[in-house]
């Protein structure tokens, strides 16, 4: 059903930059053994305790919290720049990141000048505007002072994404956010962007235990003319964010993703992604 992909990241101009200043930031206050603890902690929410994620348990201490803004989201930002390189997005000026957490798959949207030219550097597209929802305060205001760094013009809002309203001429991303909603988010969720949006990509971890919810999603996204694939990333990261992912024990020098892309019939049709 899914295509697979073999494909690398690649830092955008600006990339590096907002990097330097995010870990300034974050290390003016924390020691790099704190955040490396913590990030452990992080992971093995992520990993093996997910039950505490809905009680936003994942983010509940500042060393938690430095440790998801300083590491998954440059992680996340370079994870979403590959995928976007190798899909055929419509280009557009705005974009709305539902569940945004701290604004990776915006920023990773804005770095590159907003998907209508790739590789026009930061802030290309004039006009360019980022759009962001989460229910958790802490994380918009992290994506708030990293979406600064993209030049975009930015509106954030606390919402809950199973109820936003998702205009026919939107484009939204959904980024490793589908995965955390309850089974009533997700049947409210579904129909709505398969007629809502002009295009819709969502993006989420390869699933380590089956996620039925996957499944009909995949099925729902295909019948509507839309694609699934799996991509193999390779990750050229940041000396510090690798020197932080060896400290804390983890191996992100390859990644594996999988993404449901849809484009309204009415839009352009799509030109054959790379192999
Ligand atoms: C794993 S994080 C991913 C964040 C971001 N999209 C990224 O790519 O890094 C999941 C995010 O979804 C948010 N979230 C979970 N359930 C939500 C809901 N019902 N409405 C809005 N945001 C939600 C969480 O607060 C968190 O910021």
């Known amino acids: 059903l899914s295509t697979a992909h073999f494909i690398s990241t690649q830092a955008e101009p600006g990339f590096a930059a907002w990097f330097d200043a995010l870990v300034a930031r974050h290390t ?4 790099f053994a704190e955040i490396r603890r913590a990030l452990q902690a992080l992971s093995t929410i992520y990993v093996q305790r997910r039950d505490k994620l809905p009680g936003g348990r994942a983010l509940d201490s500042p060393g938690k919290r430095a440790a998801f803004a300083l590491f998954y989201t440059p992680l996340h930002t370079l994870i979403c720049g590959a995928v976007y390189r190798a899909l055929p997005l419509l280009p557009c000026t705005a974009l709305l990141d539902l569940g945004c957490g701290t604004g990776a798959a915006g920023l990773a949207w804005a770095l590159q000048g907003s998907g209508a030219d790739v590789g026009a550097g930061p802030g290309a597209g004039p006009g360019q505007q980022l759009f962001g929802v989460d229910i958790n305060p802490w994380v918009l205001a992290e994506a ?3 979406w600064r760094h993209a030049a975009a013009a930015t509106h954030l809002r606390r919402g809950n994404v199973a109820s936003t309203q998702l205009p026919p001429s939107s484009h939204v991303v959904l980024g490793w956010v589908v995965n955390e909603l309850d089974d009533a988010a997700r ?3 579904l129909p709505r962007l398969l007629d809502g949006p002009q295009q819709c990509l969502i993006l989420e971890p390869i699933a380590k235990r089956a996620a039925p919810w996957f499944a009909q999603w995949e099925a729902a996204f295909l019948a509507a003319g839309g694609r699934s694939d799996t991509w193999e990333i390779a990750m050229d990261l940041p000396e510090k964010l690798a020197l932080l992912d060896r400290a804390a024990g983890m191996r992100h020098g390859r990644v594996k993703v ?6 309204k019939k009415s839009g352009r049709t799509w030109p054959a992604a790379p192999a």
């Not at 003016?28 to 020691?31: D, N, P, Q, R, T």
């Not at 999988?258 to 484009?263: A, E």
């Open 187 to 189: 049947t409210l969720l």
């Open 28 to 31: 003016a206050h924390l020691e």
């Open 144 to 146: 708030r002072w990293n």
């Open 258 to 263: 999988r993404s449901l892309f849809l484009v």
